[in-house]
């Protein structure tokens, strides 16, 4: 025990090993502990653009494609969302594996426990409507995310398909708009028997998605027309109402 005791100190000082102040440890508990903070942040709101995704998905739409049920999931699923939240929560582990009880614990449990505080955080940022401004900010802000987005929009580019979508630019009459695509092509659609989703009325102005049928040329049948998307992209009620239109 002797030999052991005096060949530490011999090390300690052939090494010139200096004991490190209690403040060090005080700051990198703490930049530890903001490291995994920031990762389950982070999480949780890949967690909440990704519910509100799911949420808003229009997954009934299947009908209208000819490729396989799998290929339309994964073009539904917001799956960059869920790379970041998977990745975050690894952060995350790297961080927590640094703490004082850290090494007690598995990769696989640490990870999953912090997915399901993402997932519980990302509800409560959904529910509150913040991660929809969150989604809208990225979409506007940030032409990658922008960009990684858009083959969604194409989704709704088949007319031929019975699937729509663009800005109204103009009201027609009480029967027919016109409508402007995403691909700069104007459309006349014929409103006269349609339902209208959200509490939408048709105002100038107004991004919406159609469900219908191609009539022939430019223009298009809607059998029923829904928001953009989310709650707060419905646009206001306009005066124009068809006297045939069953509002829901």
């Given amino acids: 025990m002797k030999n052991i005791t005096k060949e530490t100190l011999q090390k300690i000082k052939r090494e010139n090993v ?3 102040p209690k403040s060090y440890f005080l700051v990198r508990r703490s930049v530890v502990w903001i490291i995994f903070g920031l ?3 982070f999480g949780s709101v890949a967690s909440g653009i990704a519910i509100f995704q799911i949420k808003h998905a229009e997954w009934d739409l299947y009908r209208h494609f000819s490729h396989s049920l799998l290929r339309f999931v994964l073009l539904m699923l917001p799956y960059v969302w869920l790379i970041f939240l998977i990745g975050f ?3 995350a582990y790297y961080a927590y594996r640094h703490t004082e ?3 007690r614990y598995s990769v696989v449990w640490v990870v999953v426990q912090n997915v399901f505080l993402a997932i519980i955080l990302g509800w409560l940022l959904y ?3 913040l991660s929809e401004n969150l989604e809208t900010v990225f979409q506007a802000k940030v032409p990658i995310y922008r960009r990684l987005q858009a083959h969604k929009q194409k989704v709704w580019m088949s007319p031929r398909q019975g699937l729509l979508a663009g800005t109204i630019t103009k009201i027609i009459s009480q029967q027919k708009i016109q409508l402007l695509d995403l691909q700069q092509n104007y459309w006349v659609i014929d409103i006269a028997d349609t339902l209208w989703r959200g509490h939408l009325r048709p105002v100038k102005g107004l991004k919406i998605k159609i469900v219908g049928k191609i009539k022939g040329g430019k223009e ?3 059998e ?3 928001p953009w998307k989310g ?4 646009g206001g009620r306009g005066s124009f109402k068809s006297n045939r239109n069953r509002q829901r």
């Fill in 231 to 234: 709650k707060k992209h419905r």
């Fill in 127 to 129: 529910a509150s409507g």
């Fill in 39 to 41: 990762s389950t942040l």
């Fill in 18 to 20: 200096r004991p490190r």
């Fill in 224 to 226: 029923e027309i829904r």
């Fill in 101 to 103: 009880r850290g090494y």
């Fill in 220 to 222: 298009f049948i809607a």
């Fill in 89 to 91: 929560s690894f952060f």
